[in-house]
């Protein structure tokens, strides 16, 4: 019973920044792909923030729970936003910049869970609805901090490798790419790779790197508070 309590008690907390999270990082990529000449998300209705539009059952519901109970590792994906790299107006240079919008975007949603949690903090009445808050607002912090540097690791499908491909000369970035056909084996690697804690020796410091940093990027807030 206390397992079941504290799942309960876990997703209660991570559900809204982690639906926040995967649909604006999905969006971000729509967005910046139908700026430079790509609309197929929103041609497809997929250029939206409603977090359902996001959602895949198996990927984003069903797999991060059965991992979670099992080897403790909450590993999953959303409803990729379709992008036709082939419409962008400049599809070497621009798969890079629509690449790097969805961890850009975490990064902006970390900030904006740091300034609630420093104004939760410092200006609303201590009760259990403020300690309840206080622990989603860090929970937004944590989860995109982590979608960030993970979506950047430099691995066909994720952002990391799209920016990759970007990049590299025109001959390597084509071979790069090529990695696209293992995707399924890819993402069994990383779990394992999470899992063995191979990740878990270099990933968490990078993510605590990029929360440090975002808390420095709320100083003004603070001083503005103090």
């Given at each position: ?178 990695l696209d056909r293992y995707t399924p084996f ?41």
């Open positions: 019973m206390s397992n079941f309590n504290e799942i309960v008690q876990t997703i209660a907390v991570y559900l809204v920044p982690v639906l926040f999270a995967i649909s604006l990082h999905e969006a971000a990529h729509g967005y910046v792909a139908r700026y430079f000449g790509d609309s197929t998300a929103s041609d497809e209705g997929r250029l939206s923030l409603n977090p359902i539009r996001h959602i895949d059952p198996f990927g984003t519901i069903l797999l991060p729970l059965l991992l979670y109970l099992t080897i403790q590792v909450p590993f999953g994906y959303a409803r990729p936003v379709p992008v036709d790299f082939n419409r962008l107006r400049n599809p070497k240079k621009q798969m890079a910049w629509v690449a790097a919008a969805g961890p850009a975007a975490n990064l902006v949603m970390a900030l904006a869970w740091m300034v609630v949690f420093i104004v939760l903090a410092d200006k609303v009445p201590a009760s259990p609805l403020q300690a309840y808050l206080l622990e989603v607002s860090q929970a937004g912090v944590l989860v995109n901090a982590v979608m960030c540097v993970f979506n950047l690791i430099p691995v066909p499908p994720l952002d990391g490798g799209r920016i990759v491909t970007g990049l590299l000369p025109l001959e390597l970035s084509k071979q790069y790419a090529r890819i993402f069994v690697g990383l779990i394992v790779l999470s899992y063995t804690g191979v990740l878990g020796k270099f990933l968490p410091g990078i993510v605590q790197v990029v929360i440090k940093g975002v808390y420095g990027l709320t100083l003004p807030l603070r001083m503005l508070l103090g």
